[in-house]
């Protein structure tokens, strides 16, 4: 294994002994060969570490951690503690990095020494229909509503962090199990430290139904507990962006809900009531929220193929 691995790839592995192994190559395949791969089996009862070291074949630069079953947060942060390379890169077990991605934020933080974090674009990716799925948006620039309202970073495992900025802000708070993406985020841009987006595609993030951001109850609770830790920190700065949050995540709501075909009535005045209270989100992106805002009043009229078609345009 290298002595100082430019790279540490951290893969937080729970019930993911069939999509670990494939987490693991992408990570290995990449050419920015300065790396350590660092699987932290979080107590699966199935056998990520097996699948994980047999996708490895030997490999020095991978690493396997088992530890009792904590959560993710508790995962990744024993990632970030044992990590030796100057930059933590986020892989979660059922995601893919694409070729050519950790040079790509490589160069990013040459180009800008500042940056304590870098993000891709991300192909929302079901294997069952090969790489056809829709890609996220570009963002070169985060804000506090891009952050907490609909988190336009989409996944911990499109973010590459220097480790000594991770370590800082202390790591994930393992209190969440949901949202403790954006809670990261929010704590490392109201602290300060620089963040930049690449307009380049990166990853593939696998995207299921019964995934935990598809539980919107439970995700709401775990994310309204991360917009109160970001108000405790910068209590005006939070009062002053709030109106365009809550409009953000009253999108991001309706159209999961929309995507799994559990839309209601509701749904298209929950919209309305919050655009109006945030008239500027319509500016700065008037298609997505008037799709949104068409697949709401369409949802009792079509089935849930014709809504998913509209909302990726």
Same mark, same amino acid.
């Given at each position: 294994?290298?002595?100082?691995?430019?790279?540490?790839?951290?893969?937080?592995?729970?019930?993911?002994?069939?999509?670990?192994?494939?987490?693991?190559?992408?990570?290995?395949?990449? $050419?920015?060969?300065?790396?350590?791969?660092?699987?932290?089996? $979080?107590?699966?009862?199935? %056998?990520?570490?097996?699948?994980?070291?047999?996708?490895? %074949?030997?490999?020095?630069?991978?690493?396997?951690?088992?530890?009792?079953?904590?959560?993710?947060?508790?995962?990744?942060?024993?990632?970030?503690?044992?990590?030796?390379?100057?930059?933590?890169?986020?892989? #979660?077990?059922?995601?893919?990095?694409?070729?050519?991605?950790?040079?790509?934020?490589?160069?990013?933080?040459?180009?800008?020494?500042?940056?304590?974090?870098?993000?891709?674009?991300? !192909?929302?990716? #079901?294997?069952?229909?090969? %790489?056809?799925?829709?890609?996220?948006?570009?963002?070169?620039?985060?804000?506090?509503?891009?952050?907490?309202?609909?988190?336009?970073?989409?996944?911990?495992?499109?973010?590459?962090?220097?480790?000594?900025?991770?370590?800082?802000?202390?790591?994930?708070?393992?209190?969440?199990?949901?949202?403790?993406?954006?809670?990261?985020?929010?704590?490392?841009?109201?602290?300060?430290?620089?963040? !930049?987006?690449? #307009?380049?595609?990166?990853?593939?993030?696998?995207?299921?139904?019964?995934?935990?951001?598809?539980?919107?109850?439970?995700?709401?609770?775990?994310?309204?507990?991360?917009? %109160?830790?970001?108000?405790?920190?910068?209590?005006?700065?939070?009062?002053?962006?709030?109106?365009?949050?809550?409009? !953000?995540?009253?999108?991001?709501?309706?159209?999961?809900?929309?995507?799994?075909?559990?839309?209601?009535?509701?749904?298209?005045?929950?919209?309305?009531?919050?655009?109006?209270?945030?008239?500027?989100?319509?500016?700065?992106?008037?298609?997505?929220?008037?799709?949104?805002?068409?697949?709401?009043?369409?949802?009792?009229?079509?089935?849930?193929?014709?809504?998913?078609?509209?909302?990726?345009?």
């Amino acid at each position: 294994m290298l002595e100082d691995p430019l790279f540490s790839v951290v893969i937080p592995s729970y019930r993911s002994a069939s999509m670990v192994g494939e987490a693991v190559r992408s990570a290995l395949a990449q $050419d920015a060969r300065s790396l350590e791969v660092i699987v932290v089996d $979080d107590g699966s009862p199935t %056998e990520d570490a097996q699948a994980a070291e047999a996708a490895g %074949e030997g490999d020095p630069c991978l690493r396997i951690i088992v530890q009792h079953n904590m959560g993710v947060s508790a995962a990744r942060n024993t990632g970030i503690r044992t990590a030796r390379g100057r930059f933590i890169a986020f892989l #979660d077990a059922d995601d893919v990095l694409l070729p050519g991605a950790l040079s790509a934020h490589l160069a990013a933080f040459e180009e800008h020494p500042e940056l304590a974090l870098s993000f891709g674009r991300v !192909r929302f990716w #079901d294997p069952a229909f090969g %790489e056809k799925g829709r890609q996220s948006a570009r963002c070169f620039s985060l804000s506090l509503p891009r952050i907490l309202g609909d988190n336009q970073v989409c996944t911990a495992s499109n973010m590459v962090v220097r480790t000594e900025d991770a370590r800082q802000i202390n790591g994930f708070d393992e209190a969440l199990r949901r949202a403790e993406d954006q809670d990261f985020l929010a704590r490392l841009y109201l602290g300060g430290y620089r963040t !930049r987006g690449l #307009d380049r595609l990166t990853l593939n993030y696998r995207t299921v139904s019964g995934g935990l951001s598809s539980d919107l109850d439970l995700f709401a609770a775990d994310w309204r507990k991360a917009v %109160e830790k970001a108000r405790l920190l910068a209590p005006g700065d939070v009062a002053l962006a709030e109106p365009e949050i809550e409009a !953000r995540f009253a999108r991001y709501a309706v159209r999961r809900r929309l995507r799994l075909g559990t839309s209601g009535a509701r749904d298209l005045s929950l919209l309305a009531g919050h655009l109006v209270k945030a008239p500027g989100l319509l500016l700065k992106e008037p298609r997505r929220c008037f799709s949104t805002f068409i697949g709401a009043a369409a949802a009792p009229l079509f089935r849930h193929p014709h809504l998913t078609r509209v909302l990726s345009r």
